[in-house]
């Protein structure tokens, strides 16, 4: 089967693999319908996940069709349409039990498909522990419409729990790529009052007027303005750093108000600094980590009702074969790219 292969830093390659076989009786092999690129992929490309594996599959955005279970799979069967989680866990550790499946204690607990094990960018994927790892695709959900639920769609609905956002809240969104659109819709479930969204790039801040035109959407320059003019506590009771720069993590701080919370998403390529001096007294509570992505089924019931639409945020599609080209597009920004669709 055709995979995209992360060989060694700075390069993948479309190579030719095995089909992947059940390893273990909680597995299952998935038929890749439909995958998709993630700015993480880039960061392993260019050497930034110091634990992602040369040699591996990458890609970890994709549904499919499921082909073979283990005889331990008891949630899903063959000809089952799925989602697949970006997080592998078990169900069963103490960090599982208490939701925080990011840091299950099994040696692929956490980020391991496209990262430490093969994932998605193919034809074929072999998921551990498929009970937790798959979700059933409700009949009047598309493949497009479920693409993003096990990653981005993930981080969205979680960064918009543990930042507690409240009804009537105002809440600042920093970054207006894929994640911090997901983040967007999910945050607008929760009733905010306003939500302001800053990102550097006009064309997808136009992008979100038009599809969500109750956002303020802002360019840094004018961002401090903004949470003047709509925050009347000094700050946003909310922030959601969800862009990733030393610029937009001292943004996150600087525009919370006292007491807020500060939720951090993102990917940093390196070390951040947290000024304590310059914000001492603002009581500022922090939230940082990796997607815990263990509410993928309320998220597709959500799409299901019509409550979530990701499809726009799939400006481009491509064909596996053509995968090079499609991420020439997504990391160069090419054609006011946001996502890609790969089609194996």
């Not at 993630?38 to 392993?44: A, E, F, G, V, Y």
């Not at 500060?262 to 914000?279: C, E, F, G, I, N």
Request: contains cysteine.
């Amino acid at each position: 089967m055709l995979a995209y292969t992360y060989v060694k830093e700075g390069t993948f390659q479309l190579l030719e693999k095995p089909k992947p076989t059940l390893l273990d009786s909680r597995d299952a092999i998935v038929r890749v319908t439909l995958a998709s690129i993630c700015t993480s992929d880039l960061h392993i490309k260019h050497g930034s996940v110091p634990r992602a594996v040369p040699g591996i599959t990458v890609g970890h955005e994709m549904v499919g069709v499921v082909e073979e279970v283990g005889s331990q799979v008891g949630t899903v069967r063959p000809g089952d349409r799925v989602t697949v989680n970006v997080e592998t866990f078990c169900g069963s550790c103490f960090f599982c039990q208490n939701g925080w499946v990011n840091n299950c204690t099994d040696p692929n607990g956490g980020w391991a498909l496209g990262c430490r094990i093969d994932g998605g960018q193919a034809e074929y994927v072999r998921v551990p522990y498929a009970d937790q790892g798959l979700n059933k695709i409700p009949d009047l959900v598309t493949d497009r419409q479920a693409l993003f639920v096990g990653d981005i769609l993930a981080t969205g609905y979680w960064a918009a729990e543990i930042g507690e956002v409240k009804a009537g809240d105002t809440v600042l969104i920093i970054g207006g790529g894929p994640t911090g659109i997901c983040t967007l819709q999910c945050v607008r479930l929760k009733s905010p009052g306003k939500v302001i969204l800053c990102d550097r790039d006009p064309w997808r801040l136009n992008f979100i007027q038009a599809h969500w035109p109750d956002t303020i959407t802002v360019l840094p320059e004018e961002l401090e303005a903004a949470v003047k003019e709509h925050c009347p506590h000094g700050g946003a009771d909310a922030v959601l750093e969800v862009a990733g720069s030393e610029d937009t993590f001292r943004m996150a701080w600087a525009c919370a108000r006292p007491n807020a919370v500060v939720t951090v998403v993102s990917l940093y390529d390196k070390a951040q600094t947290l000024p304590l001096p310059d914000m001492y007294g603002k009581n500022l509570t922090f939230k940082t980590g990796g997607v815990d992505g263990c509410h993928c089924g309320e998220i597709l019931a959500l799409i299901a009702a019509g409550k979530i639409d990701t499809t726009p945020l799939i400006t481009h599609t491509c064909k596996l074969r053509d995968i090079e080209s499609g991420y020439a597009l997504f990391e160069e920004r090419w054609d006011h790219v946001i996502k890609v669709a790969v089609e194996p």
